[in-house]
């Protein structure tokens, strides 16, 4: 089992920036890839962006590609999402997700592929 804590969510302006952590216990945190999804009112959740183990490789949706960031530190057992520029159209709870298995890059992108969630964080961003 892994247990997924996220934090650093809240309200902010049209612009501005926010840190997302994820923070995980239970099993080698080096063994999981980590995504990071978002889900707004009415509708379905959505991909955001993943990294692989190492930290080496990164991918993000379309909609946030330039603007957000993630990263992980192994030794710390946390995920990173920094989001800058950000936009009333960023607003959702913010989930972040671990799975251990190998697959195609693709298929990290499907919410169905992790195992672990954490309990989300809401992101308000104001016009």
């Known amino acids: 089992q892994v247990q997924l804590v996220e934090s650093g969510g809240g309200l902010v302006q049209a612009g501005g920036s926010l840190r997302l952590s994820c923070t995980a216990s239970g099993r080698t945190f080096s063994n999981y890839v980590m995504g990071w999804f978002r889900q707004a009112p009415g509708k379905e959740r959505e991909f955001v962006t993943y990294?692989?183990?190492?930290?080496?490789?990164?991918y993000y949706a379309d909609s946030v590609k330039g603007r957000f960031t993630i990263s992980r530190d192994n030794a710390k057992n946390t995920v990173y999402l920094q989001m800058d520029s950000l936009k009333p159209e960023d607003t959702a709870v913010y989930y972040c997700?671990?799975?251990?298995?190998?697959?195609?890059?693709?298929?990290?992108?499907?919410?169905?592929?992790?195992?672990?969630w954490g309990q989300g964080t809401q992101v308000t961003v104001s016009s």
């Open positions: 990294i692989n183990r190492s930290g080496g490789s990164t």
């Open positions: 997700a671990a799975v251990s298995r190998y697959y195609g890059g693709s298929v990290y992108y499907r919410p169905s592929s992790y195992d672990y």
